[in-house]
């Protein structure tokens, strides 16, 4: 007697009619038209089952602390910083848990069961890190949280910041995190790369750091990321986050860096709803975009997600937790409207930034964690179309969350009164 039954699903890969067993939290068997019995079948009337969504980046220490102390009037990266240093003396400890353990709900609630999270550990009490770390075992149950030790404030131009940062990694923080454009100069950013990398290195930790989040076209620490990551064989474990400065670059160069990126299998996050709101600030127009080469990057063979990055917080004041929303608008600025260029944009909310986090026991196969999300939609691209409802969301074989069919019911003048679901009926399973 298995413990769960999905059938009629369709899978993000166009696969229909599927048929998902579950056994003790693992997936048993995937197949068309599956008939055995179970505790609970559920018929998923041809809508797509997705492995969880992903974030691979984002700063639950800062999220929903939107209007504190003030809001950003500018709207910049730079005055983001600046109100996070007014926020940070007012912090506490149960703020912060409590602010990050609501997020939490709105993430299962969206079918979203990773993230990883940057925690500043620029201030020497480390309390933003300690409170994470609570968090991270609170939510541990439902909830899987990688944590990055972020120096928000520059690890070489914040005293003492490279002394905080690895006590941050003593007390159980996960990955090695970085911002050398944030260092006082060119050198000091690639002394902080060298540095961190080397710190990953002797650690066995993964790195990912924050990496030419500008407009500046002429900034050269992915080269560094990339050198380093090559020079201290940490393939495949080290990640740039944003890569912004990609987009201004001269194209000759870029076509030098891209090889260089893929000869030491550097991962790369985009966070497409900040890029677009916080880059080219300094430009009239046209304004450029700001958003990393995403395309060329996945041609390259690199593994490339998108992240939320930020929730009502000092940098920005929309979000929910949506991936799909995430998704939609890496898709527009990227201008990946082919079907493969879809496909691609949900697979980096979904299975890229699973595979960043190396959570490799994500996937409808046999032998992966039972985790995943039933969508009211029938293909990966519908549910980008529609930022579509979570009908359900499993983890380990476990129901988490519910959330009815959206639904509307018309009341035409002339016309019989009638309730469908009007954006998706029309769409058969394009
Ligand atoms: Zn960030």
């Known amino acids: 007697?298995?413990?769960?039954?999905?059938?009629?699903?369709?899978?993000?890969?166009?696969?229909?009619?599927?048929?998902?067993?579950?056994?003790?939290?693992?997936?048993?068997?995937?197949?068309?038209?599956?008939?055995?019995?179970?505790?609970e079948t559920v018929d998923a009337q041809g809508q797509l089952l997705s492995a969880p969504f992903v974030d691979a980046h984002f700063h639950l220490d800062a999220t929903l602390s939107y209007g504190l102390p003030r809001v950003n009037?500018?709207?910049?990266?730079?005055?983001?910083?600046?109100?996070?240093?007014?926020?940070?003396?007012?912090?506490?400890?149960?703020?912060?848990?409590?602010?990050?353990?609501?997020?939490?709900?709105?993430?299962?609630?969206?079918?979203?069961?990773?993230?990883?999270?940057?925690?500043?550990?620029?201030?020497?009490?480390?309390?933003?890190?300690?409170?994470?770390?609570?968090?991270?075992?609170?939510?541990?149950?439902?909830?899987?949280?990688?944590?990055?030790?972020?120096?928000?404030?520059?690890?070489?131009?914040?005293?003492?910041?490279?002394?905080?940062?690895?006590?941050?990694?003593?007390?159980g923080v996960d990955v090695v995190g970085g911002i050398p454009h944030f260092e006082r100069s060119q050198a000091q950013g690639a002394e902080s790369v060298?540095?961190?990398?080397?710190?990953?290195?002797?650690?066995?930790?993964?790195?990912?750091?924050?990496?030419?989040?500008?407009?500046?076209?002429?900034?050269?620490?992915?080269?560094?990321?990339?050198?380093?990551?090559?020079r201290l064989g940490l393939h495949g474990r080290v990640t740039g986050s944003h890569l912004t400065s990609m987009h201004?670059?001269?194209?000759?160069?870029?076509s030098k860096l891209i090889a260089l990126m893929a000869e030491s299998r550097l991962n790369v996050i985009a966070n497409p709803l900040i890029n677009i709101t916080l880059q080219g600030r300094h430009d009239t127009y046209p304004k450029r975009r700001g958003m990393t080469r995403v395309p060329e990057l996945m041609a390259a063979g690199l593994t490339v997600a998108f992240g939320q990055d930020c929730v009502m917080d000092p940098w920005y004041s929309l979000g929910s937790g949506d991936m799909l929303d995430v998704a939609h608008m890496g898709l527009h600025v990227a201008q990946m409207t082919s079907q493969e260029g879809m496909r691609q944009?949900?697979?980096?909310?979904?299975?890229?930034p699973a595979h960043i986090m190396g959570l490799d026991r994500f996937g409808i196969a046999p032998g992966k964690e039972a985790s995943f999300v039933l969508l009211q939609a029938r293909s990966a691209a519908e549910a980008l179309r529609?930022?579509?409802?979570?009908?359900?969301?499993?983890?380990?074989?476990?129901?988490?969350?519910?959330?009815?069919?959206?639904?509307?019911?018309?009341?035409?003048?002339?016309?019989?009164?009638?309730?469908?679901?009007?954006?998706?009926?029309?769409?058969?399973?394009?």
């Open 1 to 39: 007697m298995l413990d769960l039954l999905i059938t009629h699903a369709t899978l993000a890969d166009g696969r229909r009619d599927m048929s998902i067993a579950v056994q003790d939290g693992k997936i048993a068997e995937v197949a068309p038209g599956l008939d055995a019995s179970a505790h």
């Open 345 to 352: 944009c949900f697979e980096a909310v979904t299975s890229h």
């Open 386 to 430: 529609l930022r579509a409802t979570r009908l359900r969301v499993y983890r380990r074989g476990r129901l988490l969350a519910q959330t009815p069919a959206s639904t509307t019911r018309l009341d035409l003048p002339g016309r019989p009164a009638e309730t469908s679901r009007i954006a998706q009926d029309r769409t058969g399973a394009l």
């Open 73 to 171: 009037a500018s709207g910049t990266l730079l005055e983001g910083i600046a109100l996070w240093g007014e926020l940070k003396p007012l912090l506490t400890a149960e703020a912060l848990i409590e602010r990050a353990l609501a997020y939490g709900d709105w993430a299962v609630s969206q079918g979203l069961l990773a993230i990883r999270t940057h925690v500043d550990t620029s201030d020497p009490s480390l309390l933003p890190v300690e409170a994470l770390l609570e968090a991270r075992r609170l939510m541990a149950p439902y909830l899987d949280l990688q944590i990055v030790a972020f120096p928000q404030d520059g690890v070489l131009r914040t005293p003492g910041g490279l002394d905080s940062l690895t006590r941050a990694l003593d007390l």
């Open 194 to 230: 060298r540095l961190l990398c080397e710190l990953a290195a002797q650690r066995g930790l993964p790195v990912d750091m924050h990496c030419d989040e500008s407009d500046d076209p002429l900034s050269r620490h992915v080269e560094t990321l990339a050198f380093e990551t090559q």
């Open 248 to 254: 201004s670059m001269d194209n000759y160069y870029v």
